[in-house]
């Protein structure tokens, strides 16, 4: 982040009329976003545009979701349809959708809407109809209570994706990206990376996803504990304990690793990328593993049900907009702070000065 | 509220394509608002209009603010000009302004730019620049901790004008309102309300306002307390003491009362309000003193810093939807609510079912 236009931006939050800090939390969005920008007022962060990145993951096989797995491709197809929550969510606050193919298992080809399909994210066009990006690393990841999710390479490949992904749409003159997701059991995935990356017990990271009971829910801890056990003898047979590579291609999904490598191409375009949920999250640890800057780039969207998702958000300092038992995924409380985002900024741009309105300031 | 309608809003969103109760407190936002218009999925609540209440307090002679009385005629002075917090955070979240001189002390003739001045809300328009409407009962209360801060008929002359108010804007085609407020000492009487009416210690509910160190923060409770140990005597010795109206005429501010009966005046044509922060919590306590159903049409759009305000929201029964310490009033955290609310409707009204979009159900 720029120290000058930090400055400058908290100098200027002080000189508002307003009582100092009376903005709580989105005068510090509107300084972190003048230290991305490195400019004081920093610019608007408009249009936006949500990628919701879909996968399926192999530990489904384990029982770990009610849901099955035929969802996951269904949903791209309500998504195109414009029938899902992040659509109507979308449409409200300002922001365009393309959907990712990460690597979804069931065949899409009679799901996908004529004219859907496009070859990359540059075409998205503000207030157009949802669109569909094939980037398919391989179709669904291994299992990763039985062994890693992914190869090294593969990993690799999907960083490579969102980076592009996140540069076709800034380079298409999006302002503000939004990390979405979708995939069954991409819960459990995300515990195992949250557990891995803040050393925390899986007991405290594993959360009851789109719905489980308690004996479901024990039984999903235990096959994160698994997949644990399974990495750390990994890590101690090929020394790759230190790894963020490693430990995104073992534990985590195919969509974790494009979102990750979105999220450093967000901020390496100095463009605002607004979190989701749980999924975003651990795809932000991995991110900051391998760039611990880019949490510059990063506002924390909203705080999910999911109870490794304040793990991840405390692990990286990051404080989220929305608070409202959210627990669906797909980007949509991400979507839904892109006002306050947008409002944040605003103040910084638009409201008066003491000086300028000939407002009194209090005696102190 | 209506049972029917909240029963199909509750099976409704049952059947979206989310898993049930994952978008939360949004989902309880569409449920209430189906079950106030009485229709599921209830209307889009737009267009929006933020009323701003702004008043003077006898009680500022107490010290009880660092900021001096002059100030609350130089923000409206701000808001009419388009600078305030309030202003940007409307054009950004689409509400209308009109600013309401419920009696503000200062002279305000050189400070209102011309055209301004608008004999009633109903010319409000939508996107237009701010108007003044005068309501002024008097020019400024009296010092509570010492008299009454009105009289009963001044009380019900500001209950009718926030009626009439919510009246105008609902005949101009305003679906939603938004209460907000502007006054010097304001916190103050409206600790000293909501103390009266939820029965807690002022202690409990008495904020640090707009500011003020520990020492002026004592010296304020004790102004409320000695505020409340005045009005029980006069309580005891009238026979007042479970008069709402009695209640508001000794404790509260004349924009109290217009805010009361804004509130009394959307709840009774069904249309939403959001309210603000600790003023329009204070001012609520009195209206559903008068009439409980109120709550039915009330939207808590944050919580404030101030204590009095959550100890306000508790006694309501209703869950505020942003909480980002924000304590700046003006409506200010109302109109950063309003992209919520009108996400919350729109899930009802746009998003597909299981059925019409072909999505499996979960196993149970």
Not at 303 to 322: C, D
């Amino acid at each position: 982040a720029d120290p000058t236009a930090l400055g400058a931006a908290r100098d200027r939050q002080n000189r508002l009329t307003k009582p100092h800090g009376a903005l709580g939390v989105l005068e510090e969005v509107s300084i972190r976003l003048a230290g991305l920008a490195g400019t004081c007022p920093p610019p608007d962060p408009s249009p936006a545009a949500v990628a919701v990145f879909a996968a399926d993951h192999g530990v489904h096989a384990q029982g770990v979701s009610p849901w099955p797995q035929e969802v996951t491709a269904q949903m791209i197809a309500n998504f195109l349809a414009g029938g899902a929550a992040v659509n109507v969510l979308a449409r409200q606050n300002g922001a365009a959708v393309v959907v990712v193919d990460a690597g979804v298992v069931t065949p899409l080809d009679a799901m996908v809407p004529e004219g859907a399909r496009v070859p990359d994210a540059s075409t998205i066009e503000p207030g157009g109809r949802p669109r569909l990006v094939e980037r398919v690393v391989r179709r669904g990841s291994d299992d990763i209570s039985v062994r890693p999710a992914m190869t090294r390479e593969q990993a690799l490949e999907g960083l490579t994706h969102g980076i592009t992904i996140a540069g076709e749409l800034v380079g298409a003159g999006y302002r503000c990206l939004v990390a979405g997701d979708m995939g069954i059991a991409n819960t459990t995935a995300s515990a195992a990376l949250i557990a891995a990356f803040t050393g925390t017990d899986p007991a405290e990271v594993t959360g009851l996803g789109t719905g489980i009971d308690d004996a479901a829910h024990r039984h999903k801890i235990g096959v994160v504990r698994v997949a644990l056990a399974r990495r750390a003898a990994e890590a101690d047979s090929d020394g790759t304990g230190d790894d963020p590579i490693a430990e995104l291609a073992s534990l985590g999904g195919l969509e974790h690793a494009q979102i990750a490598g979105f999220i450093l191409g967000a901020a390496a375009h100095r463009v605002p990328i607004v979190l989701d949920g749980v999924i975003s999250g651990a795809s932000t640890l991995v991110a900051a593993a391998l760039a611990p800057d880019v949490v510059d780039a990063c506002v924390a969207g909203h705080r999910s049900a999911e109870p490794g998702h304040a793990v991840a958000l405390k692990h990286l300092g990051l404080t989220p907009l929305v608070d409202l038992e959210l627990r669906l995924g797909e980007g949509s409380g991400a979507v839904l702070a892109l006002p306050l985002v947008r409002s944040a900024v605003a103040v910084l741009r638009e409201m008066a000065t003491f000086d300028a309105a000939g407002v009194t300031e209090k005696s102190s």
